[in-house]
């Protein structure tokens, strides 16, 4: 009888077991992405306290456009967390059941993030040279690559290998905002300035790399298309910052608005 590709003799050091349950896997393989969604969620925390210590001290008041915002990022992060709980537990039907949710909580993400860049545009008349309209394309550029890990995501349902790593990158793009304003934290990071903090979503990624690397022995493709796809936005995103043209076109076409 031909044996099994993996028995219990076998090392498990190499491979990342995406053919057998949740609840048959190594340990860290099985609990990585739920650790993982944890730190995600404390680096949101950490980027947006003094915001929010600013608020309730009265020195900042926040929006309630913001709220909004910061409500349904919150919901997406908790939705992350619970999923790949579920996973690690083994409740795969529950698992995907809650993961329709996303069908709806996705859109909503995107609008938020359209909505909240708007405002802060139409709120007051900012001078062609300001830097909110850089954060805009950056934004803009956040939305796009977000809805791309997203699709991917979703398609890759079926491949729960690709499937978690292309929701890990849907993530890690919407913590851009945080990271950026870490500027108490991280060397480099600040809202007006964007070569630096790009780094730091890097950063986001190193524990990704390093399971890959430890379950597999090699970079899983989907990290590295994941990776291609953020290093090119940020790289389009650098090149038009400061850019006369591209303030030119967001004045108008804002100021158009009012």
């Keep these: 009888m031909r ?3 993996i028995t219990p003799s076998q090392p498990t ?5 995406v053919g057998l349950s949740a609840m048959s896997r190594p340990g860290f393989q099985r609990y990585f992405f739920v650790a993982l969604a944890w730190f995600y969620a404390v680096v949101a925390v950490v980027g947006f306290a003094p915001n929010l210590h600013e608020h ?3 020195a900042y008041e926040i929006h309630p456009v913001a709220w909004i915002h910061g409500a349904i990022m919150t919901t997406w992060l908790a939705l992350l967390i619970t999923q790949t709980t579920l996973a690690a537990s083994g409740s795969v039907r529950q698992h995907r059941k809650l993961g329709l949710l996303s069908l709806a909580l996705a ?3 995107g609008l938020s993030m359209i909505i909240a860049s708007r405002r802060q545009l139409l709120a007051e008349v900012l001078p062609v040279e300001h830097f909110q309209y850089d954060l805009l394309f950056l934004e803009v550029v956040e939305l796009v690559l977000f809805v791309v890990f997203f699709t991917w995501a979703f398609l ?3 491949r729960p290998d690709s499937h978690k790593r292309y ?6 793009i919407l ?3 945080a990271v950026d304003r ?3 934290f991280l060397p480099g990071a600040s809202l007006s300035h964007h070569w630096g903090q790009d780094v730091y979503v890097y950063a986001l990624l190193l524990p990704l790399f390093a399971f890959d690397f430890v379950s597999l022995g090699r970079i899983h493709r989907a990290t590295l298309t994941g990776t291609a796809m953020l290093i090119t936005g940020h790289v389009l995103a650098n090149v038009v910052w400061g850019s006369p043209a591209w303030h030119h076109f967001a004045f108008t076409a804002t100021n158009s608005m009012r």
Excluded at 167 to 172: D, E, P
């Design 3 to 5: 044996q099994s590709a």
């Design 13 to 17: 050091f190499g491979r990342e077991h």
């Design 56 to 58: 309730f001290s009265g």
């Design 107 to 109: 859109p909503l993400v």
């Design 156 to 158: 890759a349902r079926r």
């Design 167 to 172: 929701m890990i990158f849907a993530t890690a």
């Design 175 to 177: 913590l851009q905002a």
């Design 182 to 184: 870490m500027w108490w």
